[in-house]
């Protein structure tokens, strides 16, 4: 299908950016990797006035250590996170969630600030950043402002970004020393997932001290799955870590489509939370 009729501009820093969507307010839609945004276009699902693509901005694109933390630039694709040796070393999470997004040719084009501020709760990235702890930085005509991941996916592809902002980092505690894990259920290869987990765990003295939990698809929005990280702490097995998991759907609201059911997903967190946590814990 043709895409509706739209005005493009192509910025060259991000305050030309910001100005261009502060212009144009709900009317514009910014265009990064284009992996989100041309489908909804040639489906009609989106009719912007203007197309602002900051594709080629520099400086928004590469990883670098500040302290304890990595701070990842937004346009950073998926393909160079993947490979990155600070993403591998300090947040193997997200090296390994991000390799199973899609195909080799979207994970080429995709990109990480792109992914995040679609907000879609079927995809895996904004669940892994809610697990990591991680704050997204977003350039507005005020200045910079630093929105913690916890806060940043607000409903079903709405994110705190203002009409007028753009995502410029992504900034990502090191995981040092964590165990870690993405489990996901699909259908088919390079399909969204069902259900996905991703499950970070530090060990101490052969117990679990402490898990972080993050739920794909059990709701408008990424999920924490509160009740089985507090359940989880003190684990020392398989069957501790079963009984925990067995809370990873409380508080979420699966959705029902054509995939599954709200019951069915409710199963799946439980037992692909059982799984993840065993893995990332080295007790599987």
């Known amino acids: 299908m043709i ?6 501009a192509r910025p060259e820093t991000v305050e030309e950016a910001v100005r261009l969507l502060a212009e144009a307010g709900d009317e514009a839609k910014v265009l990064a990797g284009g992996q989100s945004l041309l489908p909804l276009l040639r489906l009609r699902l989106a009719f912007p006035e203007l197309v602002v693509d900051v594709g080629r901005i520099p400086g928004l694109r590469g990883v670098r250590e500040d302290g304890d933390t990595l701070v990842i630039g937004a346009l950073t694709t998926h393909h160079e996170v993947i490979r990155d040796p600070l993403v591998r070393r300090h947040a193997g999470l997200l090296a ?4 199973t997004v899609a195909d080799p040719a979207v994970r080429h084009r995709g990109t990480l600030g792109g992914s995040l501020a679609h907000a ?16 997204l930085v977003a350039a507005g005509p005020e200045g910079r402002r630093t929105v913690p991941a916890r806060e940043f996916f607000v409903d079903y592809l709405q994110s705190a970004l203002s009409p007028d902002e753009l995502l410029i980092e992504i900034r990502v505690p090191k995981a040092d020393g964590w165990g870690f894990h993405y489990e996901k259920f699909h259908r088919v290869a390079q399909s969204w997932a069902i259900v ?22 059990m709701g408008a929005t990424p999920l924490r799955a509160s009740a089985a990280e507090t359940a989880l702490a003190g684990a020392d097995g398989p069957d501790p870590v079963r009984r925990a998991a067995s809370g990873a759907a409380e508080g979420t609201r699966p959705g029902q489509d054509a995939s599954a059911s709200p019951e069915y997903r409710a199963h799946l967190a439980r037992v692909l939370t059982e799984r993840a946590v065993l893995t990332a814990a080295g007790m599987g």
């Open 3 to 8: 895409p509706p009729a739209f005005e493009y």
């Open 196 to 217: 996905g987990v991703a499950a970070l765990v530090r060990r101490e003295d052969g117990r679990i001290a402490e898990a972080r939990v993050g739920l794909t698809n």
């Open 120 to 135: 879609d709760p079927a995809g895996d990235l904004p669940a892994v950043v809610l697990a990591l702890d991680g704050e």
């Open 96 to 99: 390994a969630a991000t390799a």
